[in-house]
Nanobody, 126 residues
Framework: VQLQASGGGLVHAGDSLRLTCTTSGRSFSAFVLAWFRQRPGKEREFVAALRQRGGATYYADSVKGRFTISGDNATGTGYLQMNNLKPEDTADYHC????????????????????WGQGTLVTVSS
């Protein structure tokens, strides 16, 4: 499975963007889909995750209430809807897949994710 993230761009604070993660047409029903981001000079950090079976979602506190993760198993496409963007959301955003068996305590850890896509840059101006 190969992943490709897209949809980034330059926006103003308060704007919205939707990022897309494609899996070359393959279903990711057997995986946990997540988005991570890496801000300039910072380490990669967890943003959101979706456990395909059951539909449970998890969010970083910094994006809760503003970002929504979703997925379409039929097309192998994942999304990250980002509303009310802030300058501190500026980062390179990556999608990733972890095994469905990943335990809850590891969902937010990048080490749990075995497949990564190239990032898409989001820049939010103030």
């Amino acid at each position: 499975v190969q992943l490709q993230a897209s949809g980034g761009g330059l926006v103003h604070a308060g704007d919205s963007l939707r990022l897309t993660c494609t899996t070359s047409g393959r279903s990711f029903s057997a995986f946990v889909l997540a988005w991570f981001r890496q801000r300039p000079g910072k380490e990669r950090e967890f943003v959101a995750a979706l456990r395909q079976r059951g539909g449970a979602t998890y969010y970083a506190d910094s994006v809760k209430g503003r970002f929504t993760i979703s997925g379409d198993n039929a097309t192998g496409t994942g999304y990250l809807q980002m509303n009310n963007l802030k300058p501190e959301d500026t980062a390179d955003y990556h999608c990733a897949l972890a095994p469905q068996s990943t335990i809850l305590s590891s969902i937010r850890s990048a080490r749990a994710y075995i497949i990564w896509g190239q990032g898409t840059l989001v820049t939010v101006s103030s």
